[in-house]
């Protein structure tokens, strides 16, 4: 199952709100997540479950989707959030990840 | 407090042999499934292995199959990666972290990882 994240780029304001969409290439109900990852630090667990939000993260982070479509919303950027972010699926092996979505600060 | 900390990583000749291991703490460890993903310089994430509770379930990544071997010590709260006929796309940071079934199999702890350089 390939996991294709648009866009791969995003130049965004503290402020705005974003989206990062993530498109799989076959059905995987709901066994989707999303990663925060920051220079030299490893990933950060923000969304299970296409929607279930990680104890500990900002309400301002969310998730919605099922089956091949799905997407993360920042409502508010603040300026930690500018980081890169992974969608990956945990529905059959091989686990995989979209390529990432780096979020910089316009 | 829940902690992975890998150890391990290096650098090592084309063709050679690395074994990584990922010390676990904080958690009943034998009651959680395991994975290692890595990550090459500048790049993306890449899942590589899978280990169940018992060992007797593995799964692996095309890109390592026949070559990596993971594998866990439940005695001894411990995860490792045999890798061997490494080559150099093998470079990266490895990463173990911790799988939550429950939870939609949610990758909810990770290591901060291991380096390792395929390189001669």
């Known amino acids: 199952i390939q996991l294709t994240q648009s866009p791969s780029f995003l130049s965004a304001s503290v402020g705005d709100r974003v989206t990062i969409t993530c498109r799989a290439t076959?059905?995987?109900?709901?066994?989707l997540a999303w990663f925060q990852q920051k220079p030299g630090k490893a990933p950060k667990l923000l969304i299970y479950?296409?929607?279930i939000l990680q104890s500990g993260v900002p309400s301002r982070f969310s998730g919605v989707g099922f089956g091949t479509d799905f997407t993360l919303t920042i409502s508010s950027l603040q300026p930690e959030d500018f980081a890169t972010y992974y969608c990956?699926?945990?529905?059959?092996?091989?686990?995989?990840f979209g390529q990432g979505t780096r979020l910089e600060i316009k | 407090e829940v902690q992975l900390v890998e150890s391990g990583g290096g650098l090592v000749q084309p063709g050679g042999s690395l074994r990584l291991s990922c010390a676990a703490s904080?958690?009943?460890?034998?009651?959680?499934?395991m994975n290692w993903v890595r990550q090459a310089p500048g790049k993306g994430l890449e899942w590589i292995a899978y280990?169940?509770?018992?060992?007797?379930?593995?799964y692996y990544a095309d890109s390592v199959e026949g070559r990596f071997t993971i594998s866990r010590d439940n005695a001894e709260n411990s995860l490792y990666l045999q890798m061997n006929s490494l080559r150099g796309e093998d470079t990266a940071l490895y990463y173990c972290?911790?799988?939550?079934?429950?939870?939609?199999?949610?990758?909810?702890?990770w290591g901060q990882g291991a380096l390792v350089t395929v390189s001669s």
């Open positions: 972290a911790r799988v939550v079934r429950s939870s939609w199999y949610s990758f909810d702890y």
């Open positions: 904080g958690f009943a460890f034998s009651t959680y499934e």
């Open positions: 280990i169940g509770l018992s060992s007797t379930t593995v």
């Open positions: 076959q059905g995987i109900s709901r066994y």
């Open positions: 479950g296409a929607s």
């Open positions: 990956q699926q945990v529905n059959s092996y091989p686990f995989t």
